[in-house]
């Protein structure tokens, strides 16, 4: 069975290649098609947004970086000096992470993670609307429950996500969607590039209350760190006990 195709795989891998052009097209459930430059996922640090800043910041001791990408973040962790393995689940992405000097890298879903006591981590970070790789809030609940079998006591997960209630505000600035239906923060995604579709995927956009709520109820107190103007924030999860 052919494996599926990787469209941001293949987009920064043309990338990495000197197609300074890549661009994938993004296709989702609550918005029009965007594009979304390879170029995006390449950035230097004071190319990043504040949030991402602080949350790098904020990393301690052993790094997993969860939904690595081109491994931005990860690099940069590295010239600071960090132990940090990136995960993701292209293939593409995680040879272009290869070929840039990542150097422990590995292609995985978050949800078959496992860790044995010797590996367990300070620090599982999450960015770019990280905590969306989850995928919905039965996801968010069962990666909760995992991320404590890869934190050491103590650990924290530095986190990204946005309340996007705003989308479905009407011209009087009403909410318009279903309070008996699906979450209104799961959204269903699908991504072309150059003429290919892959696979369609979860992705979710948890606001701050349900990310308090489940955390809590996960065991992990919770700090929200930083904000900025777009509904983007960054929070604090750590690991009781």
Not at 41 to 62: H, K, N, V
Not at 159 to 188: C, Q
Request: proline content about 3%.
């Amino acid at each position: 069975m052919a494996s599926a195709f990787d469209p941001i795989g293949a987009a920064l891998l043309d990338y990495l290649g000197g197609n300074q052009s890549a661009t994938i097209t993004v296709h989702s459930s609550v918005a029009e098609d965007e594009p979304l430059p390879a170029k995006y996922f390449f950035r230097t640090l004071w190319e990043m947004p504040q949030l991402e800043r602080t949350a790098l910041d904020e990393c301690r001791g052993r790094v997993l970086d969860l939904g690595a990408g081109a491994g931005a973040h990860t690099l940069e962790l590295q010239n600071r000096g960090f132990q940090v393995k990136a995960i993701d689940v292209s293939a593409g992405a995680v040879q272009v992470m290869q070929q840039r000097g990542v150097r422990e890298v590995a292609c995985h879903d978050v949800f078959e993670l496992t860790a044995t006591s010797a590996e367990r981590y300070d620090t599982l970070l999450m960015l770019m609307n990280g905590l969306g790789v989850v995928g919905t809030l039965e996801g968010l609940e069962k990666f909760l429950k995992q991320a404590h079998q890869l934190l050491v006591p103590g650990g924290q997960i530095l986190a990204t996500s946005s309340d996007i209630s705003y989308v479905y505000e009407d011209e009087d600035g009403a909410l318009n969607f279903n309070l008996n239906g699906p979450y209104y923060g799961e959204v269903e995604y699908q991504m072309s590039y150059q003429g290919q579709t892959g696979q369609q995927f979860n992705w979710l956009f948890a606001d701050p209350t349900i990310v308090q709520d489940y955390a809590e109820e996960a065991g992990y107190d919770v700090e929200f760190v930083d904000e900025d103007d777009q509904q983007q924030f960054l929070v604090r999860l750590t690991r009781r006990g």
